[in-house]
């Protein structure tokens, strides 16, 4: 196994299993938001992760490393502290009971997380079993 240890698929299997633990995260807190549409003074939540994630790959301090093609992820090793946070919308109001959730946003928020997130497990799958492959192969 030593031959894959310092391999690029361990980093992109990181960020990954961080962005499906975000995206369920985010699942959570809309399920939440649904839940309390009716329920005054409930402000609606959100999680904040992609602009975590891509100040960590793009925005990050230089690591020594060489990219062969601008396409690939930069490396970094900020990647793997990245932690999503539940954010409240409370600048913001919907009714007149201060309620900020709009039932019909929140169902396309969901089903937009729901292919994201559907996307992320397929990839993530693939990267699995191509791996699997090749320590088959041996």
Same mark, same amino acid.
């Given at each position: 196994?030593?031959?894959?240890?310092?391999?690029?698929?361990?980093?992109? $299997?990181?960020? @990954? *299993?961080?962005?499906?633990?975000?995206? &369920?995260? =985010?699942?959570?807190?809309?399920?939440?938001?649904?839940?309390?549409?009716?329920?005054?003074?409930?402000?609606?939540?959100?999680?904040?992760?992609?602009?975590?994630? $891509?100040?960590? @790959? *793009?925005?990050?301090?230089?690591?020594? &490393?060489? =990219?062969?093609?601008?396409?690939?992820?930069?490396?970094?090793?900020?990647?793997?502290?990245?932690?999503?946070?539940?954010?409240?919308?409370?600048?913001?109001?919907? $009714?007149?009971?201060?309620?900020?959730?709009?039932?019909?946003?929140?169902?396309?928020?969901?089903?937009?997380?729901?292919?994201?997130?559907?996307?992320?497990?397929?990839?993530?799958?693939?990267?699995?079993?191509?791996?699997?492959?090749?320590?088959?192969?041996?």
């Amino acid at each position: 196994m030593e031959l894959f240890e310092n391999h690029y698929s361990f980093q992109t $299997r990181d960020i @990954l *299993y961080t962005t499906m633990s975000a995206f &369920s995260l =985010r699942h959570a807190a809309i399920a939440q938001n649904i839940a309390n549409v009716d329920t005054p003074y409930y402000k609606r939540k959100d999680v904040l992760f992609e602009n975590y994630l $891509r100040a960590a @790959l *793009y925005g990050g301090p230089d690591v020594r &490393s060489q =990219r062969t093609n601008d396409a690939h992820i930069p490396f970094s090793t900020e990647v793997i502290h990245i932690k999503p946070t539940i954010h409240a919308e409370t600048d913001s109001r919907y $009714r007149n009971d201060y309620n900020n959730v709009d039932i019909d946003r929140e169902m396309a928020i969901m089903a937009k997380n729901q292919l994201s997130y559907n996307a992320i497990v397929g990839f993530a799958s693939s990267l699995n079993q191509s791996l699997q492959s090749v320590l088959a192969a041996k």
